[in-house]
């Protein structure tokens, strides 16, 4: 996103065709949501920067952010029944995400509280 002043934001966009789905505990929690995605700027190619894919939309999204040249998953945001779950900058002892990508396609499996979680999504 361009604000008034030619900066841009790092906020994820959401392109039509970008879908997702989120389980949690083998429970669906979004199916073929709209998915925005944001890669690292290419014009700073000496910082990696983060993947941030976010699925779903408003306070119910579910958001990953992933290192650019790792995928190590860094962040997490999911929201079941009301209540927030996840980590900030690294996942709390006993939780773990692991990612895959295979060319616009993300996969992120893990725990979250000692719960299975499981993220698809396809970026433009």
């Known amino acids: 996103m361009t604000s008034a002043d030619g900066s841009s934001s790092s906020a994820p966009s959401r392109p039509t065709g970008a879908t997702g789905s989120v389980t949690y505990n083998g ?24 993947y941030t894919i976010a699925v779903g939309q408003g306070a119910d999204a579910t958001t990953v952010v992933l290192k650019a040249d790792s995928l190590a998953v860094t962040t997490l945001s999911l929201v079941v029944d009301g209540t927030e779950r996840g980590w900030a900058v690294e996942p709390r002892q006993g939780d773990a995400g692991t990612a895959t990508k295979n060319g616009n396609h993300y996969v992120v499996d893990g725990t979250v509280g000692g719960v299975a979680f499981h993220i698809d999504a396809t970026c433009p």
């Open 27 to 50: 429970r669906p929690l979004a199916t073929d949501a709209p998915t925005g995605c944001a890669a690292p700027d290419p014009r700073f190619p000496d910082m990696p920067g983060d």
